[in-house]
């Protein structure tokens, strides 16, 4: 009994080249409302990002407590993200591919989306063990 575990038109589509992500719709919304609603949250975002550094970076009680070190490597991390990765995707919603062509940015852009998303995960994780380090077992520091 052989069984076909590949549907016949996707290797059909595979063959000449083609795609069938032309079928599907490629989000819900469309682009010019992602553009403005991520433009319109990118501004605040970045300046509130900017201000909680700088509270953090010259306040030398805030600087060096414990609890806050996790906080300011996050603030950090998102900060580039905010100006590596948004900028990039907003100017894919604007002008429909990605500008400019050369690999470097591509790369680039791939970085920021997925380098500093699993980076932040990994701190965020670390960020939690730490907080439950300093809140239920403060003995061992």
Request: glycine letters at 2%; hydrophobic letters at 50%; aromatic letters at 16%.
């Amino acid at each position: 009994m052989n069984k076909s575990y590949f549907n016949e038109s996707l290797l059909q589509d595979t063959n000449d080249n083609k795609t069938q992500t032309d079928d599907y719709p490629e989000f819900l919304l469309p682009k010019p409302i992602r553009f403005w609603l991520l433009m319109i949250f990118e501004v605040p975002s970045l300046a509130c990002s900017l201000v909680l550094l700088y509270y953090l970076f010259i306040d030398r009680n805030l600087r060096q407590s414990l609890s806050n070190h996790v906080i300011m490597v996050l603030l950090i991390i998102g900060l580039f993200s905010q100006l590596i990765d948004i900028p990039f995707y907003l100017n894919y919603l604007r002008i429909n591919y990605v500008w400019p062509p050369i690999t470097i940015s591509c790369l680039t852009w791939w970085f920021a989306a997925t380098g500093i998303s699993n980076l932040t995960n990994i701190v965020m994780a670390w960020a939690s063990i730490e907080r439950h380090i300093l809140v239920f077992h403060d003995q061992w520091l």
